[in-house]
């Protein structure tokens, strides 16, 4: 994986206070990663609110953008919207943190690194942003969105026959009739 600085953030010459720094996210970025090859043609604007103080960082990420992903119904593939908002504390630590043990939400560094590299919590969140069921969005119409010849194929495919039944089981569910009948009385 390439360590691009585009993605570092050297944070002790900055003053206190909120930054902007604002991340286009592209095919190159995910492909660097292990990411489903499914996915295809990411195009992705990750603003980031760094908002320094003394002794802790404030980081908000808000995600903008699209993907190309399989319908989970049907097969085809479509576009899929990307959008979400992510917070994450980085707290500073004045002894090394291989003892610390970081939180949900919370991330320990030492005070004597000097720069943060946010890559892998873009890549992170942009997969947070993709949801577990992925379907075609309906039509303007209101009509389903997935390939009408895939889901006549499924609601074919779905039907059952009622099975055939073996006359030599006949007589036992005869029985099991009679059994409940006299339990009954």
């Not at 585009?6 to 492909?31: R, S």
């Not at 980081?59 to 085809?76: A, E, I, K, M, S």
């Not at 043990?101 to 030492?110: C, G, K, N, S």
């Not at 499924?154 to 099975?163: C, D, F, G, H, N």
Request: glycine share 4%; proline share 3%.
């Amino acid at each position: 994986m390439k360590n691009t600085r585009q993605f570092e953030i050297a944070w002790q010459g900055l003053k206190p206070g909120v930054h902007t720094y604002v991340y286009e996210i592209d095919n190159d970025f995910m492909c660097e990663r292990e990411v489903d090859e499914s996915f295809s043609n990411w195009s992705a604007k990750i603003k980031l609110e760094f908002d320094k103080h003394e002794s802790f960082f404030m980081l908000h990420f808000d995600v903008d953008g699209q993907v190309t992903v399989p319908c989970d119904r049907c097969g085809d593939d479509f576009v899929l919207k990307l959008w979400d908002e992510f917070n994450l504390i980085i707290k500073l630590t004045g002894e090394e943190t291989d003892e610390i043990q970081d939180e949900d939400d919370v991330i320990f560094i030492a005070r004597s690194e000097t720069v943060i590299d946010i890559s892998n919590w873009l890549y992170e969140f942009l997969m947070l942003s993709i949801p577990l069921q992925r379907i075609h969005p309906d039509n303007a119409d209101g009509s389903l969105g997935c390939n009408a010849d895939a889901l006549l194929l499924l609601s074919k495919l779905s039907e059952t026959e009622e099975p055939k039944t073996n006359p030599l089981w006949k007589d036992l569910e005869n029985f099991k009739s009679d059994n409940k009948k006299s339990k009954l009385n």
